[in-house]
């Protein structure tokens, strides 16, 4: 029997269950790659095209930066070209905290080059670790700056900056004012003309490197506009001149303060401005704000007799009065007015318009305005400017008080005739004799040499040409005011001294002493006005005012070459021989018989 073939076996059936065969792995694999590839082309588009501009300005913003480039401050000068405030460069010593306190072990090298204490600036800079900037020190000298930046602390850069200088000190320090850290003006001068001298800075772009280093100058963003420059009226000669003969009178007299104001007649132009006591405004820390106060613009006296020209000009527009009619009964030196004692200190009996003023009598000027309408004196007075800013534009400046005329009483009318009553600044006092002495044209005081300043007919010439005659015989032997003669020179001014306001009505032994004056008197060119506050040595402002008049003026006559108009007529002692030499003697000491009555007398 043959045996059966062999049939062979069918393979088994594929477990329920078993993994996914080779070609499908293959599949996922390639499907993952897939997904990921498309989804870094996404984030690269993302990153490349959607958000591009963010993420540039990111990068930018820590490589690139907009500087700021430093501009000088436009230098001020006087009417001679000398320069009074000038902007010298410095550097600040910049830091990014954060880098500096990565470099701990620097600091102590770097505190000691910065001048303060370890501690200090760690503290400091940790403070301000979240800031990408932050001073360390403000305008440093460029030789000091170099040698903090040469320890190449990182993080630690330089920035030019300027500081103001002012080469006259305290000379000039009220007029000019002074800047801040930042360069921008703060009083005076410097504050009323800020936008005119900061210029405008620049910027650059910089790129730096992780330690804050500028590396690249990239492009200007805008360019740099230097400030300009100031041509004052002052002349520094006469405001030194004004400087030393004022401080020298207040030590002398031990007095409070004082100011003192010379200007140009023809023009308005502020020659010199004073006012003590004063501030170095090259180091302003620690001065206080009666220092860095210009009395001159901001503070107010009651004018005393410097006033009374005013009145007699109010007269002499009138029509009732002449420089010689009618004549005034002063009586003993006393006349009671609703109540009140209206005093000379000595009888001066009978006057001529012009004697009052040589007198410098009160009771006289009291009877010249009770014969003037109310209305058209008090319109005289607020035509010479007062009651009102000069208009000088100085930041600050006080306007003064005068009461409106229609509220007077006839007492108060009275007073205010002889400069009680009423206050003003010493510019406003100095600009109304500039008016009288320019043939009665009024001009704003200016402080900017060659400033347009038309002026304003205030009183007819020949009236500003007869008070000016009449204002000679005060400075003249016999008047109050003999110590105010220059040899070679006429001149005409009024002597004032008026009482201090107290609690309750005037103190009895303190006084302002002033004196304004005219020269030279037969061709007018400067007027000088002194103020001179609480003196303890002599208050009469013949004795404590004229005196500072005389030497101030004198030196500022020659230094602009002011030719004489006086030579051969009398000087203080007597006359001038014909040489110029004097032919008296020394000027005199005033006496109790050549003081004026409103000297010692009480509003």
Do not use: C
Request: aromatic share 6%.
């Amino acid at each position: 029997m043959n045996p059966r073939p062999r049939i062979p076996a069918k393979p088994a059936a594929r477990r329920q269950g078993a993994g996914p065969s080779a070609r499908r792995r293959m599949l996922l694999v390639i499907g993952v790659l897939g997904a990921a590839s498309v989804g870094l082309m996404a984030r690269a588009f993302d990153l490349q095209v959607v958000r591009k501009q963010f993420y540039q300005d990111q990068g930018d913003a820590r490589f690139l930066r907009e500087v700021p480039i430093a501009v000088s401050r436009g230098t001020i000068l006087d009417r001679n070209g000398e320069p009074l405030a000038v902007s010298t460069p410095m550097v600040s010593i910049t830091a990014v905290p954060s880098e500096v306190l990565d470099n701990a072990d620097r600091i102590p090298a770097l505190a000691q080059a910065l001048g303060t204490t370890t501690d200090d600036l760690k503290s400091y800079l940790e403070q301000r670790a979240d800031r990408e900037f932050a001073y360390l020190r403000r305008q440093m000298s460029p030789d000091a700056a170099q040698a903090v930046l040469n320890l190449g602390v990182p993080g630690v850069n330089g920035q030019r900056e300027y500081k103001r200088y002012y080469p006259s000190g305290e000379v000039t320090a009220h007029v000019l004012g002074f800047t801040n850290i930042d360069d921008h003006g703060q009083e005076g001068l410097e504050l009323a003309f800020d936008s005119w001298l900061s210029g405008k800075p620049g910027a650059k772009r910089v790129i730096r490197d992780r330690m804050g280093h500028t590396v690249e100058d990239v492009e200007q963003v805008r360019a740099p506009q230097p400030g300009q420059n100031l041509t004052l009226s002052l002349d520094r000669r006469i405001q030194f001149l004004a400087y030393s003969e004022l401080k020298k009178q207040l030590d002398d007299v031990q007095a409070d303060s004082g100011e003192m104001v010379v200007l140009d007649v023809r023009t308005g132009e502020i020659l010199a401005m004073v006012s003590l006591p004063t501030y170095n405004p090259n180091a302003v820390t620690g001065t206080n704000g009666s220092q860095r106060r210009n009395r001159a613009v901001t503070d107010v006296v009651e004018p005393g007799s410097t006033m009374k020209p005013f009145t007699m000009a109010a007269a002499l527009s009138s029509g009732k009065f002449t420089p010689t009619s009618p004549l005034i009964d002063t009586g003993n030196g006393h006349f009671m007015y609703y109540g009140h004692d209206i005093h000379d200190d000595s009888a001066n009996g009978v006057l001529t318009p012009t004697g009052v003023l040589t007198k410098s009598s009160n009771v006289g000027a009291a009877k010249i305005a009770i014969q003037l309408d109310t209305q058209f004196l008090y319109d005289s007075y607020r035509a010479f400017g007062f009651g009102d800013s000069t208009g000088s534009g100085f930041p600050g400046e006080s306007a003064g008080f005068l009461k409106v005329g229609h509220t007077w009483r006839p007492l108060e009318k009275a007073i205010v005739a002889y400069g009680y009553g009423m206050n003003l600044t010493p510019l406003q006092l100095a600009n109304a004799y500039a008016t009288l002495a320019d043939d009665g044209v009024m001009h704003s005081p200016t402080f900017i040499k060659g400033a347009d300043n038309p002026g304003k007919q205030i009183v007819s010439p020949q009236i500003a040409h007869e008070l000016v005659t009449m204002l000679e015989t005060v400075t003249a032997p016999g008047g109050t005011a003999t110590h105010a003669q220059i040899a070679n020179y006429a001149v005409a001014g009024k002597t004032g001294t008026a009482h201090l306001a107290a609690v309750g009505g005037y103190a009895k032994n303190n006084y302002n002493s002033l004196f304004a004056g005219i020269v030279p008197a037969t061709d007018p060119r400067l007027v000088g006005v002194i103020v001179i506050n609480n003196p303890k040595k002599g208050y009469f402002g013949g004795d404590v005012s004229a005196p500072v008049f005389q030497r101030v003026m004198d030196g500022a006559l020659r230094l602009l070459d002011i030719p004489p108009d006086n030579i051969g007529r009398w000087y203080v002692g007597g006359p001038v021989q014909a040489g110029g030499g004097l032919a008296g003697n020394a000027p005199p000491q005033s006496s109790q018989a050549d003081t004026s009555a409103e000297e010692v007398a009480e509003p």
